[in-house]
């Protein structure tokens, strides 16, 4: 399961925050997007080949005003909100307002099945009674190369909640480290455990 430079590959994308109308998120709203990641993962023994999993090492977070990436944030963006990669619960891609928040698909340090999460502030974010002068993203749980997440679940999901509604529709662009490495029984059968939702 080491990090090694010859197996490991990028997975990224970029998930849209806002309601099925495209507006902004309102205060308390919740969204996913689900990654099908069934290419990479088989669970599965057949005879003397192993079950394979996704190993994730690191995700790198990005906020911005546009999908690719590039839209510099507005300084008088208020946003508060949660967001993390959490394996194998089968969300989909729902708009801000569609999702429920439960203890399997929270993006939290708590739920065994969270990749990676973190807060977001906003420039202008009062909810904390002190207002920041710049965005500030704080890594909450986040895997390593020396102990990545492994994944045996066909998908991983960003979810995300607000806590303050948002100025303007914001995109959340990630890049996960990943590779696919061989499985023996024990860890197998403990990862399906625990990724059992």
């Known amino acids: 399961m080491a990090y090694d430079l010859k197996d490991?590959?990028?997975?990224?994308?970029s998930v849209q925050m806002a309601q099925s109308d495209g507006t902004v998120p309102l205060?308390?709203?919740?969204?996913?997007?689900?990654i099908d990641v069934s290419a990479f993962v088989d669970p599965i023994s057949r005879g003397k080949a192993a079950g394979v999993g996704l190993a994730v090492y690191k995700i790198h977070y990005?906020?911005?005003?546009?999908?690719?990436g590039s839209g510099i944030l507005d300084p008088t963006e208020t946003s508060v909100f949660k967001a993390g990669m959490v394996a194998g619960a089968g969300t989909g891609n729902t708009s801000a307002g569609g999702l429920t928040i439960t203890s399997q698909n929270s993006p939290t340090v708590a739920n065994a099945l969270t990749i990676g999460a973190f807060d977001f502030y906003g420039p202008k974010a009062t909810g904390s009674?002190?207002?920041?002068?710049?965005?500030?993203?704080t890594q909450l749980i986040e895997p390593s190369t020396e102990v990545p997440y492994v994944v045996v679940r066909d998908n991983i999901c960003?979810?995300?909640?607000?806590?303050e509604a948002a100025t303007e529709?914001?995109?959340?662009n990630f890049r996960?480290?990943?590779?696919r490495i061989k499985l023996g029984t024990d860890l197998l059968n403990q990862l399906l455990r625990t990724q059992t939702v």
Do not use: N
Request: net charge negative; hydrophobic share 35%; charged share 15%.
């Open 8 to 13: 490991v590959f990028y997975l990224d994308g």
């Open 27 to 34: 205060a308390g709203e919740s969204g996913s997007q689900q």
């Open 62 to 68: 990005g906020i911005s005003s546009t999908s690719d």
């Open 129 to 137: 009674g002190e207002v920041p002068s710049y965005p500030v993203l």
């Open 158 to 163: 960003m979810v995300y909640k607000y806590k």
């Open 169 to 172: 529709v914001l995109y959340i």
């Open 176 to 179: 996960m480290e990943v590779a």
